[in-house]
């Protein structure tokens, strides 16, 4: 009798955790460059809330910011490998994507979003799928990217031979070229320690990457030129999603555009506390006529965008991206 209620109590045993086991919670690791408190990492943070929420337990969420997992160039590689589920960062991973940021093609992220609905913008997502094994999953807003100077910059004049530190992309810097600066091609963690020395005169990034990086301290102006509009994408593994439901994937979706109102909501908000600590700072905002800015990078945007579109892709391109929106 002893024998047979042991062997009743240890099938028991089996059975309860192959329970567990089979239902435990999936764990979906988000890997973002924000730090805690960023806008963008509170917007992570509501994606896990609402995933949590609608997956009535199958699926957890863990953020990790400041880049912990590895770069975005080794986070492609975890997300085809499935290690890593979700990523966001500014690089969507094909030109055809990124070209989009060519400077003022686009007016903001809802026209990123319009080009890739496109069928041409689809097969751009396909070829994402096909040579990186992830697939976009949407947009995250980020601010535009400003240029900082030693200098106050009041007009495209005073761009003439600075030095501006320049991201080792083609698109850059033919379009500070274009500006009239000299570009300088810099690795992001050289930046400041490259302003303070004076080996570059100023660089270009949104605000909220200008204070996180404390670059402020070593400039004295910041123009307010908006010369790219560029959101953060959120990239998933396509391994991962072809294991979702279809209702997985749309709460997926849905956490993405709730992520994205935190965003808009707090973003703002952030950037205002920014601009006054910097003001307060010794920093000097200056907001120069764009239309030179734009009538000179014009060049830019016919040469990269006819070249890697083709010039009736282009085209619709421009088209699309001077939409209004909002």
Do not use: C
């Not at 120069?288 to 890697?308: N, Y």
């Amino acid at each position: 009798m002893r024998k047979t209620l042991t062997a009743a109590i240890f099938a028991a045993g089996l059975s309860a955790l192959g329970f567990v086991q089979a239902h435990a919670a999936t764990e979906i690791r988000y890997a973002i460059w924000a730090n805690q408190g960023e806008a963008q990492y509170e917007g992570a943070l509501e994606f896990k809330r609402v995933v949590e929420e609608g997956a009535d337990g199958r699926y957890t969420v863990s953020v990790y910011g400041g880049d912990q997992l590895g770069t975005p160039r080794e986070l492609f590689t975890q997300l085809a490998l499935g290690v890593t589920q979700i990523s966001a960062s500014g690089d969507p991973g094909i030109k055809e994507i990124e070209y989009l940021a060519i400077p003022y093609l686009m007016k903001g992220i809802k026209n990123y979003g319009a080009v890739l609905d496109t069928d041409f913008g689809q097969e751009w997502n396909q070829k994402l799928i096909d040579e990186r094994e992830i697939r976009l999953l949407g947009f995250m807003p980020r601010n535009p990217r400003q240029i900082s100077a030693d200098i106050e910059i009041n007009s495209i004049d005073d761009l003439k031979g600075l030095k501006l530190r320049s991201p080792e992309r083609d698109y850059y810097v033919k379009s500070l070229s274009a500006l009239g600066a000299n570009p300088t091609p810099m690795a992001f963690a050289e930046v400041y320690t490259g302003l303070q020395a004076g080996v570059v005169d100023g660089q270009e990034n949104p605000i909220e990457t200008i204070y996180a990086g404390k670059f402020y301290e070593v400039q004295k102006s910041i123009a307010m030129v908006n010369y790219i509009k560029k959101p953060a994408y959120v990239m998933i593994s396509d391994a991962f999603w072809q294991e979702l439901s279809p209702e997985d994937q749309a709460l997926l979706k849905k956490a993405n555009d709730a992520s994205n109102a935190v965003i808009a909501e707090k973003l703002p908000v952030q950037t205002e506390k920014m601009i006054a600590e910097m003001k307060a700072a010794g920093i000097v905002f200056t907001h120069p006529d764009t239309k030179p800015f734009i009538e000179a990078t014009q060049s830019v945007r016919d040469e990269l965008g006819t070249g890697m579109w083709g010039e009736e892709v282009y085209k619709k391109v421009s088209e699309i991206g001077q939409k209004d929106f909002d």
